[in-house]
């Protein structure tokens, strides 16, 4: 079973810093990307940054040049970072760490998604 264990959210104010971290357990096949979503109220969930399996990192357009993504893996555990930087309201959303893995089952490759519980981070102007 997957487990996530996040960490880092809070409140700030514009212009501030914060970092997320999300420690990924029980993956027992292999991770095609790790990352980072966020929610906010009244919106769709929207991808924030991911790493590929080759390390390849991707980032939103909105957080381009503010966000660094990175990822730590070691036994049984793969924990990703988020640090966040000048941070602006309308990053205030819950972000969701997520994990997007691939198995080989029944004779074909099948992909699965976990999803952390979310963590909030709340942006004051």
């Known amino acids: 079973q997957v487990q996530f264990l996040e960490s880092g959210g809070g409140l700030v104010q514009a212009g501030g810093s914060l970092g997320l971290s999300c420690a990924a357990s029980g993956i027992t096949s292999s991770i095609n990307a790790i990352g980072w979503y966020r929610q906010a109220p009244g919106k769709q969930r929207e991808l924030v940054a991911v790493i590929g399996s080759g390390g390849t990192t991707n980032y939103a357009d909105s957080v381009k040049g503010r966000f660094t993504i990175s990822r730590n893996t070691a036994k049984n555990t793969d924990t990703v970072y988020l640090q966040m930087n000048s941070l602006k309201p309308e990053d205030t959303a819950v972000y969701y760490c997520?994990?997007?893995?691939?198995?080989?089952?029944?004779?074909?490759?099948?992909?699965?998604?976990?999803w952390g519980q979310g963590t909030q981070v709340t942006v004051s102007s």
């Open positions: 997520h994990v997007n893995t691939r198995k080989w089952v029944a004779g074909e490759f099948r992909e699965y998604d976990y």
